[in-house]
């Protein structure tokens, strides 16, 4: 009978904690809904913020019936990345394609109320070792009216390095 007894604790408790996992699952789900909106505010071209040359811009866009925001880098009228948003089952993404040739794949880890999000390395298509260089972190964080503060770290030769860049709307 004590055994009986045991195994019910034990399946009540998995049981208890797939529930809990599936109620915590869905805050998540909702968390990167609300986030992704907040992107689509980011639409329009940016720059750096101090610049008066005007060489560089980034411009963001949606597509695909508002599902997809594009991140696009451009340097002397010319693309220079790509970053494309969007969700999957829940999760907010981000793909990076990188000047040198592959494609990071973040994932949405973490928002707060003060406006900033911030996105993780998931996985990677052609790159053969994780020291090679690539995107490796994203972050926004929403400042005043139209600036944003977004912060990225590049894995390069095995080494994290952040840099940030303060933007405005130009």
């Not at 195994?7 to 998540?28: K, M, P, Y």
């Not at 693309?79 to 907010?92: A, C, P, R, V």
């Not at 964080?141 to 770290?153: A, G, V």
């Amino acid at each position: 009978m004590i055994k009986v007894k045991q195994a019910f604790a034990n399946c009540f408790s998995i049981v208890l904690c797939c529930f809990s996992l599936a109620v915590n699952a869905g805050d998540l789900n909702l968390k990167s809904g609300e986030v992704f909106e907040q992107m689509k505010s980011l639409r329009g071209d940016w720059k750096k913020e101090g610049d008066t040359a005007g060489n560089f811009y980034i411009n963001f866009s949606q597509t695909a019936r508002d599902t997809v925001m594009v991140e696009n880098w451009l340097y002397k009228g010319e693309s220079h990345s790509l970053t494309i948003y969007h969700m999957d089952k829940g999760n907010l993404l981000a793909t990076h394609y990188c000047p040198q040739g592959n494609q990071p794949h973040l994932q949405l880890t973490s928002s707060d109320k003060s406006g900033q999000i911030e996105f993780s390395f998931k996985d990677a298509t052609n790159l053969e070792d994780l020291n090679e260089n690539h995107q490796h972190s994203l972050a926004f964080e929403w400042l005043e009216d139209d600036k944003i503060l977004r912060t990225e770290s590049y894995m390069e030769n095995g080494e994290l390095k952040p840099s940030s860049i303060r933007l405005v709307r130009k």
